[in-house]
């Protein structure tokens, strides 16, 4: 499916001004093969529909110039007549007024302004802003776009570089400072781009996208929830938005990054770095670049805007958007026919399907996690679209493709950045960012940097890690924490050099495989052979079993010739080999597997829970989680699964 888009304006247009114009450009549109719509329905702090939001705050329903009408509805209804999807733009986003000094917004709201770092309204290539750090005026924005949702037939809504957004020179308001306070103890800086300040207030914006893509899936879940941010790194630093975590949690179905430069070179190299550096091949079916047909004295040429078509296709880029509407009709309708004779000579049906089902929406809305204690109590009911249990205080939760962690009273102690997350053990966790591990302690810094292949969990007071294609062992009693403020690591991954030399690892890389310690043996392999080594890194038990599991209540499972079997630390035989798999011990049982079947044997091999389960978990607290029905299937990307039947708890025999 290609997405083919085009920007509908109030300024230099006049095709909102009646609905018979509405109508000739819904058809032209539909001739040239456009398939989305993209009109202006929030601009100058005035909406382009009747909007009781508006009416109950600042007593103005509409723009002056609609009075009488609802330019949204007359466009949803042309756009449909001639098979055109349609996506209301609020362009104005938490803007105030342009060189009105607030315009009536403020001027009924003071408070509602954005102040900097002088106390000044924040004013930024003449547009004066709202704050939109605000509780109250986030309030107002979603209220818009919810009104919006509920009342019109529509296929998306869309915020651009103004929503969510806020120039970087603002958030110095007293109740920001405060709120800034209360988590670092200090002032905000002076300097309105200092890395962590800035990032700070990004992230503020980025979790209310997180609650109006929420709220608009909970109303209509099939609506796209599409924004065109400027290129990434400019966006953060001028107006604090932040597009690649908007991506990375999974908040934004269509992403139109504004790539308007006058030249096809220019296009072209910012292209190679968003599908480069900003775009994973998961996320590279939402980005449909918006490309500049017309601004001021500028004109596209039909060269180029046919150079950036078929680049776009070229690096797997399915659509665009342009700005704006004009630029196809001037020059005797130049461009438009050159995307008629051209790329778009062929009919391509909008379908929002395949972009909703590529996202997280269906997770979003069909349950949620929550925590309960050992009567089954429900205890909390985390906003995430996956958390696990809790391990020395802290739960791994993920939104979108990255993960983080909570505490027990559901507060992140830092950004969701991380690519992949171990449990916390013994103060520490195996976090991954890009290609390479680090540990995270439970305060948020990054106390190892990110420097190995693989990493593991801490297990007395050993890691195991990879360093070119080998394992070995680092000791947390040779690391300092760095000096890095809590859960902002990615303003600091660069700064710190100190990596651990392979020769100065505990137990050097040595290992195709290497596990965590327990009882103070860990399984290691050699070879495709699995044997254990103590903590001084020597050989205790030769690699010679098929696969081994770790060391439980002083026996391990290993196999040998096709069967499970358990040994010692010295590596004699104490259960014969008869399973068809096996767990290690936990309170006195451990799970096996015997004719397909799961049940429990004690420490002598006697079977003292039957073989009457198809999955069956490890005792914890005396209870052990099974299922019966169940069965492991392969997904559609072939990865093992298990799924079906009923799952239940057994008390341990023992207790």
Same mark, same amino acid.
């Given at each position: 499916?290609?997405?083919?888009?085009?920007?509908?304006?109030?300024?230099?247009?006049?095709?909102?001004?009646?609905?018979?114009?509405?109508?000739?450009?819904?058809?032209?549109?539909?001739?040239?093969?456009?398939?989305?719509?993209?009109?202006?329905?929030?601009?100058?702090?005035?909406?382009?529909?009747?909007?009781?939001?508006?009416?109950?705050?600042?007593?103005?329903?509409?723009?002056?110039?609609?009075?009488?009408?609802?330019?949204?509805?007359?466009?949803?209804?042309?756009?449909?007549?001639?098979?055109?999807?349609?996506?209301?733009?609020?362009?104005?986003?938490?803007?105030?007024?342009?060189?009105?000094?607030?315009?009536?917004?403020?001027?009924?709201?003071?408070?509602?302004?954005?102040?900097?770092?002088?106390?000044?309204?924040?004013?930024?290539?003449?547009?004066?802003?709202?704050?939109?750090?605000?509780?109250?005026?986030?309030?107002?924005?979603?209220?818009?776009?919810?009104?919006?949702?509920?009342?019109?037939?529509?296929?998306?809504?869309?915020?651009?570089?103004?929503?969510?957004?806020?120039?970087?020179?603002?958030?110095?308001?007293?109740?920001?400072?405060?709120?800034?306070?209360?988590?670092?103890?200090?002032?905000?800086?002076?300097?309105?781009?200092?890395?962590?300040?800035?990032?700070?207030?990004?992230?503020?914006?980025?979790?209310?996208?997180?609650?109006?893509?929420?709220?608009?899936?909970?109303?209509?879940?099939?609506?796209?929830?599409?924004?065109?941010?400027?290129?990434?790194?400019?966006?953060?630093?001028?107006?604090?938005?932040?597009?690649?975590?908007?991506?990375?949690?999974?908040?934004?179905?269509?992403?139109?990054?504004?790539?308007?430069?006058?030249?096809?070179?220019?296009?072209?190299?910012?292209?190679?770095?968003?599908?480069?550096?900003?775009?994973? $091949?998961?996320?590279?079916?939402?980005?449909?670049?918006?490309?500049?047909?017309?601004?001021?004295?500028?004109?596209?040429?039909?060269?180029?805007?046919?150079?950036?078509?078929?680049?776009?296709?070229?690096?797997?880029?399915?659509?665009?958007?342009?700005?704006?509407?004009?630029?196809?009709?001037?020059?005797? *309708?130049?461009?438009?026919?050159?995307?008629?004779?051209?790329?778009?000579?062929?009919?391509?049906?909008?379908?929002?399907? $395949?972009?909703?089902?590529?996202?997280?929406?269906?997770?979003?809305?069909?349950?949620?996690?929550?925590?309960?204690?050992?009567?089954?109590?429900?205890?909390?009911?985390?906003?995430?679209?996956?958390?696990?249990?809790?391990?020395?205080?802290?739960?791994?939760?993920?939104?979108?493709?990255?993960?983080?962690?909570?505490?027990?009273?559901?507060?992140?102690?830092?950004?969701?950045?991380?690519?992949?997350?171990?449990?916390?053990?013994?103060?520490?966790?195996?976090?991954?960012?890009?290609?390479?591990?680090?540990?995270?302690?439970?305060?948020?810094?990054?106390?190892?940097?990110?420097?190995?292949?693989?990493?593991?969990?801490?297990?007395?007071?050993?890691?195991?890690?990879?360093?070119?294609?080998?394992?070995?062992?680092?000791?947390?009693?040779?690391?300092?924490?760095?000096?890095?403020?809590?859960?902002?690591?990615?303003?600091?991954?660069?700064?710190?050099?100190?990596?651990?030399?392979?020769?100065?690892?505990?137990?050097?890389?040595?290992?195709?495989?290497? *596990?965590?310690?327990?009882?103070?043996?860990?399984?290691?392999?050699?070879?495709?052979?699995?044997?254990?080594?103590?903590?001084?890194?020597?050989?205790?038990?030769?690699?010679?079993?098929?696969?081994?599991?770790?060391?439980?209540?002083?026996?391990?499972?290993?196999?040998?010739?096709?069967?499970?079997?358990?040994?010692?630390?010295?590596?004699?035989?104490?259960?014969?080999?008869?399973?068809?798999?096996?767990?290690?011990?936990?309170?006195?049982?451990?799970?096996?597997?015997?004719?397909?079947?799961?049940?429990?044997?004690?420490?002598?091999?006697?079977?003292?829970?039957?073989?009457?389960? *198809?999955?069956?978990?490890?005792?914890?607290?005396?209870?052990?989680?099974?299922?019966?029905?169940?069965?492991?299937?392969?997904?559609?990307?072939?990865?093992?699964?298990?799924?079906?039947?009923?799952?239940?708890?057994?008390?341990?025999?023992?207790?």
């Amino acid at each position: 499916m290609e997405t083919r888009g085009v920007w509908i304006t109030t300024t230099d247009s006049k095709v909102l001004n009646s609905r018979q114009n509405i109508a000739a450009a819904m058809d032209f549109l539909a001739q040239t093969g456009f398939n989305v719509v993209f009109p202006v329905i929030w601009n100058s702090a005035f909406t382009l529909y009747p909007s009781k939001v508006m009416q109950d705050n600042f007593g103005v329903e509409i723009d002056p110039r609609y009075r009488d009408r609802d330019p949204l509805a007359e466009m949803v209804t042309e756009a449909r007549r001639v098979g055109l999807e349609v996506i209301p733009w609020f362009e104005y986003g938490f803007a105030a007024s342009y060189n009105q000094n607030g315009g009536h917004i403020l001027a009924k709201k003071p408070d509602w302004g954005a102040r900097d770092n002088s106390g000044n309204l924040v004013k930024k290539n003449s547009f004066e802003w709202m704050n939109a750090l605000d509780s109250e005026v986030q309030e107002f924005l979603l209220n818009l776009v919810l009104e919006v949702v509920k009342n019109y037939d529509i296929s998306g809504i869309q915020g651009d570089d103004r929503l969510p957004a806020l120039p970087s020179e603002g958030g110095y308001d007293r109740r920001t400072s405060d709120r800034y306070f209360q988590q670092f103890f200090q002032n905000p800086p002076q300097n309105p781009k200092d890395p962590q300040w800035l990032q700070w207030r990004a992230d503020i914006l980025t979790d209310f996208l997180t609650r109006l893509y929420q709220e608009v899936i909970n109303i209509k879940p099939d609506l796209l929830i599409s924004l065109a941010p400027s290129p990434h790194g400019w966006a953060l630093q001028e107006y604090l938005q932040d597009p690649k975590a908007w991506s990375d949690r999974g908040l934004v179905d269509m992403m139109h990054p504004q790539l308007y430069r006058r030249d096809f070179s220019s296009y072209k190299q910012l292209v190679d770095s968003l599908v480069a550096q900003q775009f994973t $091949p998961e996320q590279l079916p939402t980005l449909i670049p918006g490309i500049l047909l017309k601004v001021g004295g500028y004109r596209i040429s039909a060269e180029y805007l046919l150079q950036a078509i078929a680049y776009n296709r070229f690096r797997g880029i399915q659509g665009e958007v342009f700005f704006f509407y004009e630029g196809l009709r001037e020059d005797n *309708d130049a461009l438009a026919k050159a995307l008629r004779s051209g790329p778009y000579s062929q009919p391509a049906p909008f379908n929002p399907s $395949p972009l909703k089902q590529l996202g997280f929406t269906s997770r979003r809305i069909g349950g949620k996690y929550s925590y309960i204690d050992t009567t089954g109590k429900s205890l909390s009911q985390p906003q995430f679209d996956w958390v696990d249990s809790f391990h020395s205080g802290l739960a791994r939760v993920k939104m979108g493709y990255k993960w983080s962690f909570i505490d027990t009273t559901g507060k992140l102690i830092s950004r969701f950045q991380f690519d992949s997350a171990e449990y916390f053990r013994e103060g520490m966790a195996a976090i991954k960012i890009g290609s390479k591990y680090g540990y995270l302690d439970n305060t948020g810094k990054l106390v190892i940097p990110l420097q190995f292949d693989e990493a593991k969990s801490f297990s007395e007071g050993l890691a195991a890690v990879k360093i070119e294609n080998k394992w070995g062992y680092i000791d947390r009693r040779n690391t300092k924490a760095l000096d890095a403020p809590q859960g902002w690591i990615n303003n600091f991954l660069l700064r710190f050099q100190t990596i651990f030399n392979p020769n100065t690892l505990t137990i050097p890389p040595q290992f195709d495989s290497a *596990d965590a310690f327990s009882e103070g043996m860990a399984r290691i392999g050699v070879g495709g052979k699995y044997g254990y080594i103590d903590t001084t890194g020597k050989l205790v038990i030769l690699p010679q079993f098929e696969d081994a599991k770790s060391f439980s209540e002083k026996l391990a499972a290993v196999k040998l010739a096709g069967k499970w079997q358990y040994i010692d630390k010295t590596g004699k035989v104490v259960i014969l080999p008869q399973f068809e798999d096996a767990e290690s011990f936990v309170e006195g049982l451990a799970a096996v597997k015997i004719a397909g079947k799961w049940g429990y044997i004690n420490k002598i091999g006697k079977l003292v829970i039957p073989t009457e389960f *198809d999955n069956a978990q490890s005792f914890s607290q005396g209870l052990a989680l099974v299922n019966i029905g169940g069965s492991w299937r392969s997904g559609e990307n072939g990865e093992l699964s298990f799924s079906g039947g009923k799952w239940g708890y057994i008390r341990n025999v023992l207790s």
